[in-house]
């Protein structure tokens, strides 16, 4: 089912014009009552989206129509009654709502599947509620579980700063300021006056993303396995008016984006026998194939140690092609490490 957030407003504003049974919604009516919706739902934020086009089109009302009454939406029973050459929509079933559907198989699934994701938080400081949640939600839909595991994630319980994963998230949903005490690996502990923003995953690892006091136009990354500790402090948040991180790590490899700077052409050459890898499995979205037969793609991204990392985990199975910066730098860590087995001879 659509999860996108405009049509999910959309769908609600239809589901209560077709259920009026005291007013006749034409296709124009229909237009302005998911308008004022949309409308209402960014000028009620704290923080509204002045440059969302929320504005929706007659096709897209027909469209959304279309979808409700499909079997992938709600089956709806929406019935069409003409006037002259006007027509108005209602439901033919007066007490039929998208919001009284009971789930279908098929939801149920993709619940299920959602229940074994959250279920990876079991164990972790913070999250003890889950496994209450996870019970309870089972119970309330009368779903079995599952006894014996058929899929597995990876994750690392034991990782360091793991323990603040809750209380950061619940930080930066309540737009608190914080001090974070922050242990650099060689220049001792340092301190950050942080307004957070976002919590994103990485090989394994979290970290968190937001301005400081000192750089408030410049975004922070802090690992949070290198947090010392998190004191909230009394000052005034400063909402992200700045990043939309939904695009912001469109052109890398990792969380580390350059603040200067552009993307770079990378053409990566394989080995025949890893090549097939590669292409079920892309190194960056932004990957193309370029040369099929002599087994070359083509990324567009941000050069980053991330990305030098993961060309370096394929070994002897690459070649960097371009741009000659990376490849120098992948030729110099490579000669590097050649040394070092030089020497242990």
Known sequence: MATNKHAIIRYQALDACFSNRYRKFYIEDLIEACNKALEEFY??????????????????????IAFMESPEGWNAPIGRFYEGHRCYYRYEDPDFS????????????????ALIMLNRLNGVAGFDWVSEFIANFEDKLGRKKNT?????????????????????YNYIVNKQV???????????????????YYLKQYNNRWFLFGITEREKDVLTNLPLDRIVRI??????????????FEEYFEDVVGVSVPREGKTETVVLKFEEKRYPY????PLHPS?????RENHIVQLQVFLTPELESLIMSYGDHVEVLSPVSLREIIKQRTKNMLEKYNCAE
């Not at 998208?98 to 599947?113: A, G, P, Q, T, W």
């Not at 914080?178 to 957070?196: A, C, D, Q, S, W």
């Not at 590669?278 to 499995?281: E, Q, R, S």
């Open 178 to 196: 914080l001090k974070i005490t922050y242990r650099h690996f060689f220049n001792g502990e340092m301190v950050h006056f942080m307004h957070p």
């Open 43 to 64: 000028v009620s934020k704290e923080d509204p989206v002045n440059d969302v086009e929320y504005h929706v089109k007659r096709r897209t009302i027909f469209s959304d």
């Open 98 to 113: 998208i919001n009284k559907r009971d789930f279908s198989e098929s939801e149920l699934n993709k619940l299920d599947e």
């Open 231 to 244: 004191e909230p402090v009394h000052m005034e948040y400063i909402p992200n008016t700045q990043f939309d």
């Open 287 to 291: 990957q193309i194939e370029l040369d």
């Open 278 to 281: 590669v292409i079920t499995k």
């Open 148 to 168: 014996t595991p058929v899929i597995g994630y990876e994750k690392n319980p034991f990782l360091t700063g793991i323990e603040n994963l809750s209380v950061l």
